[in-house]
């Protein structure tokens, strides 16, 4: 009877041991699937980052096209008003 009982005691045991493991197993799990999503979090604000940086590039290129676009209107001015001098 004695046997018994400490042989019930044991498996239980072992029982919530391996249930312990089971679950730190799944935590282990959860644990690597937020690291990934960090990452991945990451990331995506690497690529947000460059897409700004390209953004303000593009940018720049534009207000130096519209700059040249001023300064070749500005000599045709020139041009046109000396002709009318003339």
Do not use: C, L, P, S
């Amino acid at each position: 009877m004695e046997k018994e009982k400490r042989r019930q005691e044991t498996e239980e045991t072992e029982e919530r041991r391996q249930k312990r493991g089971d679950r730190g197993k799944e935590t282990e799990g959860r644990r690597q699937e937020t690291g990934d999503m960090r990452k991945e979090t990451g990331d995506r604000r690497e690529e947000t980052g460059d897409r700004i940086e390209e953004t303000e590039e593009r940018r720049e290129e534009t207000e130096d096209r519209r700059e040249e676009t001023g300064d070749r209107r500005d000599r045709r001015q020139r041009r046109g008003d000396r002709r009318k001098e003339t």
